[in-house]
């Protein structure tokens, strides 16, 4: 949400099981031990003040993304995770069986557009994907999973270029002999 790094808050359902990780003090009803960094949590509650203030913008990245994902689901056949679901406006994760994740990473850097193949919490990590597995991605589909991730700096060319990049890679690789 453009809060400080290192920060973060975790909100708690009422009457919700929960053990603390770290024993020590009795910060937050002893849930966690240390002091607290204050200027960080100032921070992170300014952030997500001006987000709720511009959670409009908000709907102009889903446009955006929703658009990309509908290019390259009619001219490429990908397939993209969550599609149907209520999710964030500013990511997207999808894949074509047969192009690895780690070619399209590279292709799409050569390109001038960064992406991931996996989640932010799991970059550096080869295994395949949990939430993917879980949702019935079989494993050549997994394995060609990327994730694209746009901010309130993006600009809808940021989605053409993405789309451009990525379907001139497939069309150089997997998509080249097909008609």
Do not use: H
Request: proline share 2%.
């Amino acid at each position: 949400i453009g809060g400080p790094q290192g920060t973060g808050a975790l909100w708690i359902r009422s009457g919700a099981p929960l053990k603390p990780i770290l024993y020590g003090g009795g910060q937050e009803r002893s849930l966690r031990s240390g002091t607290e960094n204050v200027i960080g949590i100032a921070g992170l509650g300014m952030a997500a003040e001006r987000g709720v203030r511009d959670m409009g913008a908000l709907q102009g990245l889903a446009v955006q993304r929703d658009a990309l994902e509908a290019r390259l689901k009619s001219e490429a056949g990908v397939t993209v995770f969550g599609d149907r679901a209520e999710r964030l406006a500013q990511t997207s994760c999808f894949g074509l069986a047969g192009f690895a994740a780690e070619t399209q990473v590279v292709a799409m850097d050569l390109g001038g557009v960064a992406v991931s193949s996996g989640s932010a919490c799991s970059s550096g990590k080869v295994k395949r994907s949990l939430v993917l597995s879980a949702m019935g991605a079989d494993d050549a589909l997994a394995q060609a999973a990327i994730r694209t991730s746009y901010g309130w700096a993006s600009v809808p060319e940021d989605f053409v270029r993405t789309g451009d990049v990525w379907l001139e890679a497939a069309r150089r690789t997997v998509l080249k002999d097909r008609v």
